[in-house]
Structures are given as C-alpha cells and as structure tokens.
C-alpha cells in the first residue's frame, strides 16, 4: 500500500498580532525567525517550519502540512475522495508549492512539495 504522503512538514499559526506571536515564539524557542516578513514569520525548528500567519483566521487554528511529491495529484486524488479544493497549488516562492482542501469531514489539509526539506 502506497501512500501519497511523505510525512509532516509544516504547521502555521494565526498570529493576528504579528509582533506579539513572533516574540513569544522567538523568547520560547531560544533563537529567532529565519524569516521574518510582515506577511509572513517562518522558524526552522530541527528542519521543520513553524510558520505565524497574520491574516489566517484563529477560529481556524493551525494549519498543518503534509510532504507530497506533487501537490497536483494529492489534491487531486483527495478530490477523488470527496473533499473540496480550498486553495489551489501555488508557488509561494523557492520552488515551495502550497494547497489546501477540506475533508468531507470539515478538516482543512494542508499539502506541501517543499524541495528545499531535509530532516536533520
């Protein structure tokens, strides 16, 4: 059985209050973002990215993100089981493609084809 899953790789906050998420996440971890944007903060945490997003909605919690080899035939596969594209693929930069869906059940999944990851 083959899965199109290559395991976690991502998780994303709402941070509403941008500065306030990225200080308490920089004073928690020990160091600080390896990207820092008003649109966007990024830590690398053991090779694995925790992300704080200002305009997620936090009635939405996080985000997580699943490693696909491609992010085309996850969502589309997924699709073929009855969820519903929430965001489409885009690059999001670095040759990092995004997209979303929600499960028949209400979840929103994540994937991620992210060539730049390496577990550490």
Partial sequence: MT???LGLRTVIYPAPD???A???WSDFLGYE???DEPFYVGFDV???ELG???DANPVDGAQTYWGVANVEQAVGKAIAHGAV???PATDVGGGIVTATVRTPSGSVVGFIFN???ALR
């Fill in 18 to 20: 941008l500065a306030t």
């Fill in 85 to 87: 594209a929430v965001s």
């Fill in 33 to 35: 973002p390896y990207f």
């Fill in 115 to 117: 060539p730049h990851f």
């Fill in 22 to 24: 990225t200080k308490w």
């Fill in 46 to 48: 053991e090779g694995y």
């Fill in 52 to 54: 704080l997003l200002p």
């Fill in 3 to 5: 899965s199109p899953l």
